[in-house]
């Protein structure tokens, strides 16, 4: 076949030539420098470095939106080559509570959105067992249950429930006066239950892993004892009667150490050392052996220690939390708060007043976490990773400091009492109904 020849100037192909080696040297830096991470920013005229976006919850088969674009991945997921920018992340699965949050991507960094658990949407469920019981506690981990049943006018008798297990262990039939007082510690599944008769007072711990008792001390005459739980060892409380302080444990009660003053606020802490508040001096003091070790001054009078570590010593007063930072000169910070519980799961003392939330942590900071026109009521961890219930005149409401996100889980009022199963993923909360109180369980 014939083929005409087809000239093709020389000015013409030295342009071609030309513009194809200058096209390589501009398009390759370009490529390069987008698969580095680089990208254009039109508005500024200038390059920047593109940020990551990772991206790790529960359940893992959640639906992930970005700009409301849904990612065909499943957890955990890391987007990378991200333009710097603010980006509406989106979480979400059937059946389950919606979780979002603007979330910032800088240059060259990782952002990360972790430790995130979908809430479930589930209706509460009473749990109608409980009524035959006079009264109840549960414990602070929601795994366990005390109750008492009262047969006679001065006959109450206890037994433990297993949230996990579903079993009830019968305990002692107590002879009373007036009715037993049962309280759970903070820190685990122990419990003291205290009760006076002709002969006097009378206390036991109850273990709830263990589903027994220990044997009932008697104290003499009309004592009234002040307890402190020990944070480091189960089934273990101290207990001060009159001027002496004791060690109780399933072996029995030890005597430890001699207040100064009989009805001077106190507390052990975990070297086994007495911190007092001497109102005359209005000073904290460490005693060691007999002898002052550190002291400590305070410009308000405490009624009750809440914790003492070798860093800071946590105090109430009055409506006030204070946080004395055991340094030389010592540092106060003063919180308008009344009510603390223990988060075992991050080791800090959740404090709240009824239009602030705090958290301290072991180094004696604090922080304001959030404040709420709603009052609160209780706060309660939902897991090891900081998120937190909060329980007010009118709702459940799970709160993530570390992300600021509020979540409404139930519209419900005249709550008495809450508890967390995080095992189990459980809220146990207690309510009056026509004067009765009744326990419910709702799935979160």
Known sequence: MYHPPYFI??????????????????????????TTGYRYDWRNHVFLTTGVLSIEGDPRDMDVFINDIQIEKTVPIRLTNLTPNTYRVRLEKAGYITWEKDVTVESNKTSYIKHIGLIRKTEPVALPSVQRFTSFALSYDGAHMLGMTQSTTNTFALSLFNAETKKETPLSIITASTSPYMEWSPYDASALISWKDVAGQHIRLVSGERAGETDAIA????????????????????????????????????????????????????????????????????????NVKESYATDQPIDRFVHVNNKRIVAHHENMIDIVERT?????????????????????????????????????????????????????????????????????????????????????????EVRVHQKQRKILFTKTSEGTEELFELNY
């Open 9 to 34: 100037p020389h000015r013409v192909r030295l342009t071609i030539m030309i513009s194809l080696i200058a096209s390589f040297f501009i398009i390759s830096p370009l490529l390069i420098l987008y």
């Open 219 to 290: 104290l003499p005459g009309e004592s009234v004892i002040r307890t402190q739980w020990d944070s480091s060892e189960s089934l273990h409380l101290f207990f001060a009667d009159r001027d002496e302080i004791f060690s109780l444990t399933s072996d029995g009660a030890n005597f430890l150490v001699r207040l100064p003053v009989a009805s001077a606020p106190w507390y052990i802490d975990g070297s086994r050392h007495l911190w007092t508040y001497d109102a005359d001096r209005g000073a904290v003091t460490e005693t060691v052996d007999g």
């Open 328 to 416: 030389s000169p010592p540092r106060v910070q003063r919180i308008q708060a009344e009510s603390v519980t223990f988060n075992s799961g991050t080791h800090e003392w959740i404090v709240w007043s009824p239009w602030e939330l705090w958290t301290i942590y072991e180094d004696g900071n604090a922080t304001l976490l959030n404040r709420t026109g709603d009052p609160i009521q209780f706060v309660r961890p939902l897991d090891d990773f900081g998120v937190l219930l909060v329980a007010t005149q009118n709702s459940l409401t799970a709160f993530n400091p570390g992300y600021y996100v509020t979540q409404k889980i139930l519209d419900v009022s005249n709550i008495r």
